[in-house]
């Protein structure tokens, strides 16, 4: 969530041709046809996240994370700004990771969707690094979600790695929860258009959820925006059911607190069920003295298009960032 990293982290191609009437059908026909493929989309994107997983544990924690990304891919993790682009991500995973030899990194998958086209889809789940480091091995913890897209029957790529590291084991998971494995997913209902439509509409929504955190606090603002069922991440991941649950976990704003955040790229499909935001934030607090505290930070957030039309997400987690001009 965009907020995660201020609070909790504290503590822990349509096809050319005809009118646009026909266009449109025939984006419907293709969305009902395709829908009929989405069990086996799933079970793609799932090996595929599989793959990268043992490609990580074959060729190390540099190479092994790249290797399945698409060439202008995005990275989020803690204390850097976003990384765009394959070969800067490799040089950061370098820099992070002087000595891949020593570490082992293991992912084990929790769970994820696609969309109904098969053309996008995410994937999240644990991680387990063990470092040699002077004759011992230190473990770390951690979690990864990972947004995915291919052209027709081309291979998933990664189009954006998020990640972050804990000092102690996961959490326990919500049996049931529709985003785990085994669960019946985000619930998406398809708007088929073109990529960028989907797009431009998904950053246009970001924005809007933006204005209003400014305008009424982000305590109502992320139930607003919120799909019926929310996974906020960070360290861990949490798994909510409900309005009441969603305006429960994002209480505790006040008129002192104000988040803002910027949307900076997007990701989905033609068939606009599904999607992804990526952006900047900023978490100003104002002091009693009147002086202001700024956190920044950036995120990720899933969102599930509703029956009306209206994006609304499914998923959102922050990580910190250096301050302008670091």
């Known amino acids: 969530m965009k907020r995660v990293l201020m609070t909790l982290s504290c503590i822990i191609v349509v096809a050319c041709g005809g009118s646009e009437i026909d266009r449109s059908v025939l984006d419907l026909k293709s969305a009902e046809a395709t829908a009929h493929s989405q069990p086996s989309a799933r079970s793609a994107l799932f090996a595929a996240d599989a793959s990268h997983s043992a490609q990580i544990e074959r060729l190390g924690p540099v190479e092994g994370v790249v290797r399945a990304m698409r060439g202008n891919a995005l990275y989020l993790a803690a204390g850097i700004d976003i990384v765009q682009g394959k070969q800067d991500i ?99 209902v398809p708007h088929p258009g073109s990529l960028e439509k989907q797009k431009r509409s998904l950053l246009q929504t970001d924005v809007e959820f933006a204005a209003y955190s400014v305008a009424h606090g982000f305590s109502p603002a992320f139930p607003a925006y919120a799909a019926d069922l929310v996974m906020p991440f960070g360290r861990n991941f949490f798994f909510l059911l409900g309005k009441q649950e969603v305006t429960d976990f994002y209480a505790g704003g006040t008129p002192d607190e104000v988040l803002d955040w910027t949307p900076l790229f997007a990701g989905s499909s033609e068939s606009g069920d599904l999607g992804f935001t990526v952006g900047k934030a900023v978490d100003s607090i104002t002091n009693p003295d009147g002086s202001v505290d700024r956190l920044y930070s950036k995120y990720l957030t899933l969102w599930a298009r509703q029956a009306d039309g209206a994006w609304r997400f499914i998923a959102d987690g922050g990580a910190s960032s250096p301050s302008p001009g670091q």
Do not use: C, M
């Not at 084990?108 to 004759?135: C, H, M, P, Q, Y």
């Open 90 to 188: 490799r040089a950061t995973l370098s820099a992070a990771e002087p000595n891949p030899s020593q570490t082992s990194l293991r992912r084990t998958l929790a769970g994820g969707d696609v969309s109904t086209d098969g053309r996008f889809g995410f994937t999240f789940g644990w991680i387990e690094k063990t470092t040699a480091s002077g004759g011992s091995l230190l473990t770390t913890y951690g979690t990864y979600v990972s947004t995915w897209a291919r052209e027709d029957d081309d291979p998933f790529r990664v189009t954006a790695y998020y990640t972050r590291v804990s000092l102690t084991p996961h959490i326990p998971t919500r049996d049931g929860f529709p985003l785990l494995l085994g669960g019946s997913g985000a619930g998406g």
